[in-house]
């Protein structure tokens, strides 16, 4: 049996496929007389697309990730979907403004989309397979349509499959339904599912499948659960998916070799610089007991399960060596305790200078973050969302806006690069809510601001999607799939994961009051700075905020010193006057010098110092790559990393 995995445009160029590299050892694993390749069309797509000069590495990055919630990337091989050129060209020009070079590319690339699908459908018959196998996330679905519809056209024998985020529960479903010339959908773990899937396609006999110009009768697929497969009259048959996750021992270390081979082929080799992919885990653990409200992400696999920590650094170790990369993208939703507390300090130890982006909870300690640090994990998303400790409790995130302030300042301290983005729009958020910690930004401006600000899109599989009750009522797909798809809207529906409802929570002032603060605070990050030095019977305070007229300050009452190491962590007004043994109106009128100062950070009844340890930290943060991007980035810059 011949087995080709694909991985169409707009997947990044950067980091090879996960999903097909677990999918391709998975099938060698089950079944060693297979031949098993992958096919990294994106990075064929990004040469044939740079060929003439005038489209670049940047430029593909541009559709790739900045343009998905518009959906312009899936437009733009729409045409080739429907071998129409100028498919809903003028649903485009109503639905975006793009500056003049934008638009023109944009133009150019949806009229030489079919060229690409031919040439792709080509080389994919002359591999001459029997199964192809499209992942499909974000938007990589219309390319992956349309290159499969040309496959079956001229080679109905062949077997297609789909899987990945873009085939979970319903969309999946949905996907087969409205597609016919698509065979088979994996909804749900694919490492589990598709060797099973290859083994029932794979006649009795030792000469394997016949190739031949119709097919036969389709084969028995319904003990595989979750996936989606045709009757012998041609109807869409959805098999119910399966209620047990893939245990953390059985899921495949990925194999990169396609992607290393391929990316050398490259002319833009040079210019790209690999990140390699890794799970440690699945599922979240936090989402488990609390599902936040507006987060859509693991589908129907919300439990969490660890690989065990000494084979996770394993994996990562062998990876950086066998391919001599040491950036890395930990795409867990949340990093796992046994790896917290195992695998960073085997990776510290084996010492290779790695530089990893990985997702945690912004609960996490000092002591923690060093050891993420120290283990190369150096840049880090924490989920921190907002500032507010009543937008949090609606999001059900389980911290509160002055642990989210402390997670900044210790992870300055640490020299950690931080990514977060300011949400809002949520049902039963005020504006004042907003307005005082807003006043509050200054004090923050020497620690490192959210990278974008912007109102929350319902996804599918969140809270806000299932619960109507919590706040939207009212959902129409997002009007990405009809600029992409002829279907009906109830086919669009179950097809859509972004959704389109009317606004909730604060309204367009206080977004731009937020906005503006926002922008203040990144203008301003660059060149503020404070630090604090305990020195045992003081703490010397350095500042150079320019909203706060001091430059040094020096603590030397005991008391006071007392009550600013307390602060390390959030507390009440009362509760700090207990721990000190103090009375409250002193403590108060301290507190109150301190917020002038600005010092502090108070919120809904909590305050908490906001001065990391001057340890040099910001000489130790690296630049640091997240993929999609194709350059190193600092700390310092702009972009959304997301």
Known sequence: MRVLLVNMPWALVEVPSLALGILASAVRTAAPDA??????????????????????????????????????????FSSALHNDPDWHIDRYAEQFDLPARTDRLARRLHRAAPDFIELTARRIQRWQPDVVGFTST????????????????????????????????????????NFPWVDVVVRGEGDRIFPRLLERLRPAGPDGPARHDAPSDPPDLSALPG????????????????????????IADPGYDDYFERLA?????????????????????????????????????????????????????????????????VVDNILGTSHLNTALPLLAEAGHDLRMFVEIKSNLRLDALRRLSAAG???????????????????????????NVRFLRDADEAGL???????????????????????????????????????????RFSPYFDRPELGFPELRPDPRYALAYDLPEAELHDLAYLFETPDRGIGPDAATRLDDGLRAWQEAHPAARLTRRDEGEAIELVNTRP?????????????????????????????LARRLGAEQPRVDELLDHWLELGLLFREDGQVVQVAPRATNAELLRLPVRKPGDTRLRSPRDEECAQ
Request: charged share 20%; net charge negative.
């Open 227 to 250: 996936i989606c497969h045709r009757s012998a009259d041609g109807r869409s048959v959805v098999q119910t998916q399966s209620t047990g996750p893939l245990s953390p021992a059985d």
């Open 35 to 76: 031949e098993v390749a992958t096919l990294y069309a994106n990075l064929d797509y990004l040469d044939h697309t740079t060929a003439d000069g005038d489209f670049t590495l940047d430029d593909y990055a541009f559709f790739a990730l900045r343009t998905y919630e518009e959906g312009l990337g899936d437009w733009i």
């Open 547 to 575: 909203h706060f007229g001091w430059s040094s300050l020096r603590l030397t009452d005991p008391a006071e010193v007392a009550a600013f190491r307390l602060l390390d962590n959030p507390r009440t007004p009362k509760g």
């Open 138 to 177: 974000f938007q990589q679905n219309t390319a992956a349509l349309a290159v499969a519809r040309r496959l079956k056209r001229d080679l109905p024998h062949v077997v297609t499959v789909f899987g990945g985020a873009n085939c979970e529960g319903e969309q999946g479903a949905a996907l087969h339904r």
């Open 377 to 403: 994990m150096v840049h880090v998303q924490p989920g921190i969302e907002n500032l507010s400790s009543r937008v949090l409790s609606i999001m059900d995130k389980g911290v509160t806006g002055c642990l």
């Open 417 to 459: 690069t931080v990514s977060w983005n300011y949400l809002y729009g949520f049902p039963g958020e005020e504006p004042e809510l907003y307005d005082r910690v807003i006043d509050q930004f200054p004090v923050l401006h020497h620690l490192q601001p959210a990278r974008h600000a912007g109102r929350l899109r319902v996804e």
């Open 265 to 329: 082929r490259s002319p833009a080799a040079q210019q790209v610089t690999p990140t390699l992919v890794v799970e440690g885990s699945r599922g979240c653990w936090w989402g488990e007991k609390h599902h936040c409200t507006f987060c859509g992400l693991n589908g129907s696999t919300m439990e969490f399960r660890a690989k065990p920590p000494e084979a996770f650094a394993r994996e990562v170790i062998r990876l950086a060596e066998r391919h001599r990369t040491l950036d890395f993208w």
